[in-house]
């Protein structure tokens, strides 16, 4: 009985941590040119359903990589720089600093595939930021955003997440699958401080169409995290009996649009 409870209990610890999410944040998706962005890497999100804003643990940094791109394509590995900001290995977050060195638009991407217990887990994160040479000119940026990274499951961004977004500006994502569309996947867009209702929750949550999109239209200014899962119990291999894929997309929603900004310092 003691061997039979060690074994339920070892798989009951494999499957929560399978169900957290990873996700990526930056302080500001808005930065002058030269400036320090901060980047976290945080995990959690696995309470009602997928579909909180809450950390639970660390990510382990042994399986998975954490990179910055920027506008030309150049890689800056941030792994080997982020430290700790809990006390003990389940607490907080890890966090790095990354200085821009060149104007326009940045993407960090975060990626992480393990075995835990029976099940292989495959897991990318994205947020993106804008480098300006002048913050009260700041340039509309109309590519690079909408770029595959090539990840398992990926939500892209077809819609600027950073200079088009405010309240009332679609948030709109494309959900790939090995860089197909993903047709039917339930996307969460979940403003930090929100409880999603039980369910399906129809003012937080879309479902992709034909072409693997989405949308959600803020209220209000917030730290937007989407959220995409999707299981495969066919997939199966050595050490593993099905395969979890999860991608989630962190957006920064400005309380002003850009353009409002630019009407308030031109008058």
Not at 241 to 247: H, V
Request: with cysteine.
């Amino acid at each position: 009985m003691r061997k039979l409870f060690v074994y339920c209990f070892s798989l009951l610890i494999a499957s929560i941590a399978t169900a957290h999410d990873n996700w990526v944040e930056t302080n500001t998706s808005l930065v002058r040119l030269g400036d320090i962005v901060h980047v976290d890497l945080k995990l959690g999100n696995h309470g009602n359903d997928h579909r909180d804003f809450k950390l639970s643990g660390k990510v382990s940094l042994e399986s998975g990589q954490i990179s910055v791109i920027g506008p030309k394509g150049e890689m800056f590995d941030l792994k080997s720089h982020l430290v700790e900001t809990g006390l003990s290995t389940k607490e907080g977050y890890w966090t790095g600093r990354y200085t821009t060195t060149q104007p326009g638009l940045h993407v960090v991407t975060s990626t992480t595939d393990g075995v835990r217990g029976t099940t292989r887990s495959i897991k990318s994160a994205k947020t993106y930021f804008l480098a300006s040479e002048k913050l009260d000119n700041v340039p509309v940026v109309t590519t690079g955003f909408s770029k595959p990274l090539g990840h398992s499951l990926e939500l892209v961004p077809v819609t600027n997440p950073v200079t088009a977004m405010g309240p009332g500006q679609p948030l709109t994502v494309k959900v790939l699958l090995n860089s197909k569309p993903l047709k039917g996947a339930r996307v969460s867009f979940i403003p930090r401080g929100a409880v999603l209702a039980e369910g399906f929750d129809k003012n937080y949550e879309d479902e992709t169409d034909a072409d693997g999109i989405a949308k959600f239209i803020p209220k209000e200014g917030n730290v937007v995290l989407v959220v995409v899962h999707h299981a495969a119990p066919d997939q199966k291999g050595e050490g593993y009996s099905d395969t979890k894929y999860s991608a989630t997309l962190t957006v920064i929603v400005p309380q002003l649009p850009q353009n409002s900004i630019k009407a308030l310092t031109t008058q």
